[in-house]
């Protein structure tokens, strides 16, 4: 009996060499041929604190596989499916210059590359392990914005119901002690993300139906911001009754720090009693083989790769020599004079070419900051998180409304961010994207242009224009001087005529 089992060991190990050896060179294919995305990735695992995770990511999936039982591996057609959208998808990122798109599409190749190369019955049978491997991408920041808003709506509820008297303006929080801002890093996204990961390992590992699993996750979620809701209000009441004495600074990260591994350490409560209710998992039951293995799937798995990236090489991103004019013209407007730029805000851009400008009509002063660029690509898009209105350094962005404005021959509802400075300056600005003489008020109408354009070979000029005016109490007074200013302004297509002639 001994030998028997022995024997079936030794087969199933022999079984197992050469699809491990072809997913190994499928994954390494993967990350040299799209080298950018996984280079991506792995920088933002390093450089940012809200995803150093990234980096353990991969090793517990294997960990997770290996303590499932052991099936012998097969082939899945379908897969190849899978692969085959996820190549498409990488490219559609890749033309529309979003790097989470690309980045779940290379993640999502991954594991259709799995599947194609192990079979169904170990995509079945790692299901919870391949999905852990999401993680991976970087995502998330989109939700900040949202996060800090709920934070401060948040924090200014608790402390008016402690009995503190409180203000808001956006982000900016004040009480009798001080002033308080909720930045990007009190937002809570590095704690909701470290709650997600930790409660998708433990679901992986000790929660045994899906429904549970699920369940799990969205508590997960649920405490993680009733969590940072009740750190941030903390933080403020602490400081606020101590006279600013506790909790501004060190002491700050500490008690953030004892306080989540208190939440974590309750979550991981939950967990246990979920994990206790539940049935043996289907999924640690071995399963049959459906189809044998072939090498020839290993292949076929890596072919959309290759064709996304010749595509993205030679088509996409296809080099051009397309030279900046020598200096960008402002725009002109009627009856307004052209002063230089303001020194005090210098929104930060990646174009070819920025130029900037004060424009005065009698009391009325508006502010005007332009980038150009010969194309959008890889290191230098037009719409990217460093093309914006503030810097997070002198100027932080505390909310945004949305107003109707005219300008180039259109009205319509617009954004308008609205932006805290140093000595209590408040700004108002609207930011406008460009492309081959189409101005877009919407990134993401652009982003979805530029992608349909780039896929067919077609990557013209654009640019960005960011207008702003200067406001005290209210941002429709920044409002009443942008108004007058975008309906004098001269045509957007005489602007770039103009300064195409000067190329």
């Not at 919407?442 to 702003?468: C, S, T, V, W, Y």
């Amino acid at each position: 009996m001994a030998a028997f089992v022995s024997e079936i060991s030794t087969a199933q190990r022999s079984a197992w060499t050469l699809p491990v050896l072809a997913y190994a060179g499928f994954a390494a294919a993967c990350g040299v041929l799209l080298h950018p995305t996984a280079l991506a990735m792995g920088q933002t695992w390093l450089a940012s604190s809200s995803y150093h995770h990234g980096v353990a990511v991969a090793p517990l999936a294997l960990w997770m596989i290996l303590e499932r039982p052991r099936i012998t591996p097969g082939t899945d057609p379908a897969s190849l499916i899978g692969v085959l959208l996820a190549a498409l998808l990488w490219l559609a990122g890749n033309a529309a210059g979003v790097a989470l798109v690309e980045q779940i599409a290379f993640v999502s190749l991954l594991i259709a590359g799995a599947g194609a190369i192990f079979g169904a019955c170990a995509l079945r049978q790692w299901t919870a392990p391949l999905a852990f491997l999401y993680f991976m991408v970087p995502f998330g920041g989109m939700l900040i914005p949202v996060l800090q808003q709920a934070t401060a709506g948040a924090a200014v509820a608790m402390l008016g119901f402690a009995g503190v008297p409180v203000s808001v303006d956006g982000l900016l929080i004040r009480t009798p002690t001080g002033l308080f801002e909720i930045a990007e890093a009190c937002a809570g996204l590095n704690f909701l993300l470290a709650a997600l990961m930790i409660a998708g390992l433990y679901a992986c590992q000790f929660l045994k139906t899906n429904k549970t699993r699920l369940a799990f996750m969205l508590i997960a979620v649920a405490v993680a911001l009733v969590a940072n809701f009740i750190r941030a209000f903390a933080l403020i009441l602490i400081a606020t009754l101590t006279d600013m004495r506790i909790a501004v600074g060190p002491d700050h990260l500490l008690i953030g720090l004892v306080f989540y591994g208190l939440v974590l350490a309750a979550l991981l409560w939950i967990g246990a009693r979920l994990a206790r209710r539940e049935a043996p998992s289907p999924e640690r039951t071995p399963s049959m083989m459906f189809k044998p293995w072939r090498g020839a799937f290993a292949a076929a798995a890596l072919a959309p790769v290759i064709l996304a990236s010749a595509y993205a090489h030679f088509v996409v991103n296809a080099p051009l020599d397309r030279t900046a004019p020598t200096a960008l013209s402002p725009f002109s407007a009627p009856g307004w004079r052209i002063l230089p730029a303001p020194q005090n805000w210098r929104p930060p851009m990646t174009a070819d070419r920025i130029a900037g400008a004060t424009y005065e009509n009698r009391d009325i002063r508006v502010y005007m900051a332009s980038g150009y660029f010969t194309h959008d690509r890889p290191g230098a898009e037009i719409v990217n998180y460093h093309n914006r209105a503030w810097d997070n350094a002198e100027w932080r962005r505390i909310g945004a409304v949305e107003r109707m404005i005219y300008l180039f021959g259109d009205a319509q509802m617009t954004r308008m961010d609205l932006l805290a400075g140093a000595r209590g300056r408040r700004l108002a600005a609207i930011t406008l994207y460009w492309r081959d003489g189409k101005v877009y008020k919407d990134p993401h109408a652009f982003k979805h242009a530029q992608m349909a354009g780039k896929l067919m070979g077609r990557n013209p000029e654009g640019g960005i224009i960011i207008i702003a005016a200067s406001y005290r109490q209210s941002p429709d007074e920044a409002l009443s001087a942008i108004r007058p200013f975008t309906h004098n302004i001269e045509e957007f297509a005489s602007w770039r005529a103009r300064n195409k002639a000067s190329s």
